[in-house]
């Protein structure tokens, strides 16, 4: 029987990206025979009612056509109101955004024929999911990283740009706009109720994936199916030292580097120390608000076709 895809396509993913890839998608969906339909996301957060509905209509593959921000849109879909994770279909990757993180964790090239290849020959493998709790008291649910600090106001600059420039570029040019401004946001870490860390930070990285910002490696032993967080901290680093330590975050060198803390659990929660200081939070590449959050993470709830 033949597998039902819906696919969701962020037409403004990219940069445009995605809107273009669209006949070349459906020449490569129906060469393997596919049932499919596809719906375009209108605004954001639509992705999340699409995906939605794509539950209800029991859909058996579920393909993002989009970014790490359409992505994590479709899975709030797999929480409810109270943050409790829900079944659904599987989920497919078709990357077409501007960061393209979490495809890189997962192995995934960007590839077109290789992704609609894994939505027809792939079998699902469990992916664990973040749920985060914020201030505002509703859950979000992320699928690669929550970070705090630096990241959120390099969300908040690269979000208001032109994507021309691609994703490692746009991360690299606001990051050291955002430099320029940020100081070092005094916080408290506790991870699986023990205090983890105390102090200013650059930025706290709660990682599912293992990359961010455009392709920087963050969390380079980080595992979406090993049930647990990895907990990088970049401490009361200078701007000079983080200058110097960029190029081994790209590549994942940069454990064990002076005011690097590396930790792993199933709940972290922080807390703003100065409210005169904030460390605003990004999630799966999204400003989000500040501080306080608690995450907590949810085994095997994802199915992935890859």
């Given at each position: 029987m033949a597998l039902r895809v ?37 605004r954001a957060g639509h ?260």
């Amino acid at each position: 029987m033949a597998l039902r895809v819906r696919v969701i396509l962020n037409p403004t993913a990219g940069g445009g990206r995605a809107s273009r890839r669209r006949h070349a998608l459906e020449t490569a969906l129906r060469r393997l025979g596919l049932r499919y339909d596809i719906v375009q996301t209108q605004r954001a957060g639509h992705a999340a009612t699409l995906a939605t509905q794509a539950r209800h209509d029991r859909v058996d593959v579920l393909a993002v056509v989009g970014g790490d921000g359409t992505l994590n849109e479709v899975v709030q879909a797999y929480i409810d109101p109270q943050g409790v994770p829900i079944a659904g279909p599987d989920l497919a990757l078709i990357p077409s955004g501007t960061g393209g993180d979490f495809r890189k964790t997962l192995g995934f090239s960007g590839d077109l024929d290789e992704a609609v290849a894994r939505i027809r020959f792939s079998r699902g493998r469990p992916l664990d999911l973040g749920i985060l709790h914020l201030a505002d008291n509703k859950p979000r649910a992320f699928v690669n990283i929550t970070s705090f600090g630096i990241a959120g106001h390099v969300d908040a600059i690269v979000n208001s740009t032109p994507k021309w420039l691609g994703g490692r570029l746009s991360f690299f040019a606001g990051t050291l706009r955002a430099m320029a401004r940020y100081r070092n946001a005094p916080v408290r870490v506790m991870v699986d109720g023990k205090v983890f860390y105390e102090g200013p930070i650059v930025n706290c990285a709660i990682a599912n994936g293992r990359y961010f910002g455009g392709g920087m490696m963050i969390a380079p032993h980080a595992d979406p199916s090993d049930g647990r967080f990895e907990v990088v901290i970049l401490g009361n680093l200078s701007v000079p030292s983080v200058v110097a330590l960029s190029p081994k975050v790209y590549r994942g060198g940069h454990l064990g580097a002076k005011g690097v803390l590396v930790g792993h659990g199933t709940v972290v929660s922080a807390e703003a120390l100065d409210p005169t200081r904030p460390a605003l939070v990004d999630v799966d590449g999204e400003e989000s608000g500040g501080l306080p959050l608690r995450a907590e993470i949810a085994p095997g709830v994802l199915t992935f076709r890859g």
